[in-house]
């Protein structure tokens, strides 16, 4: 019989995030779901995705959507193409929209507010926003207009990793968490998250990411393996100490279920793009809860090229619903009602935490 996990000090952590024995993760897989399970339920919460803008001022190293992509054709969809997807959407069952893009000025304040009004007033899906980082004025509008949700992963907790692969603009602060405690104290749920396996990431920031997610009570935690975009700087950068590979990013979910008991947690597509069989399936048994199907319109998700083979590029938002269905059903789930807005049981608090994760009572019997 394996050993059962140890409590989830920094130590622990790392040991776990080396292992690679399939026999010695067998606990930790188990006790992910039991505490998924626990926490936030059996249901699978979809959340349908719009990619609203491929256009980018920003030139990280890592996206195929920088500014340096000159072989993309650009395209950013009109306030009644959004809202056409927005119904689609809600027609599919979804509780929820996720307007994703590019950092993009052409994405307006006044532009955005007014499409978010008009997908609650028409459809009261919740809205999410995943548009990079923006002046507090912009997120203010938006949480007015009634936007419930805002995503901006930290993608790494190294300061000098995400320096070298996040070039700031000129003059702009450089500061993902102070935006995320911004959103936070605006009102918003906040989502981040990470990718596994970037070049020059060591397991010991690694570690620390995870920590991150829990000192932020972060609502939302995206985690999906790098996949390298040979038409961007990280293209042919050898890879360094954590792999960008399934087993890994496993890990590094099942990891944040114990720290994050409540929060809502995908199956991200990157995964299933790395194991389009079995990668979701493996995502959803090993701490996640939610699922980001694409509703983006055909010919413009072929442009929204962040790297390339992207999982489901070529499925309908109807066979994507299909497809998902019979997935979650098979393994015994249900897919979630309603908005699938983040739980609180109100027994933790930002003060409660600590990096020692002995204090929480949910960890507490590892
Ligand atoms: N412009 C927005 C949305 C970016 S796309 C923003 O910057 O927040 C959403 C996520 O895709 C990014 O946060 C990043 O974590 C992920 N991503 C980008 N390039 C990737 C790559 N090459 N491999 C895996 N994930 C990637």
Redesign the pocket.
Known sequence: MPSRPEPLDRPALLGWLRETDPAALEPLWARADAVRQAAVGDAVHLRGLIEVSNI?V?S?H????RKESAHLTRYRMRPEEILACAREAAALGYGTVVL?????PGLTREGIAGVVQRIKAETGLAVTL????RSDADLEAWLRAGADRY???F?TGDPELYRRI?PGLPGGPQD?FGQLRRLRDLGYEIGT???VGLPGQSWESLAGDLFRFQELDADMI?I??????PR?P?GAAPVGEVP?DELTTLKAIALTRLLCPEANIPS?T?LA?LDPAAGRELGLLRGANVVMPNVTPAPYRQLYE??PGKACVNETATACRGCLEGRIAALGRSVGKGPGERRRSGKTGMADRSDSMVRNPILAGL
Do not use: K
Not at 130 to 133: K, P, T
């Open positions: 980018c920003r990280c890592y996206c195929g959507l994703q893009g590019g950092e993009d995943s548009l990079g980082e995503l901006l992963r993608e996040h993902r998250g990470i990718m995206g999906g393996p790098f996949l390298a975009n961007t990280l960008n991200t990157a793009t962040i790297y």
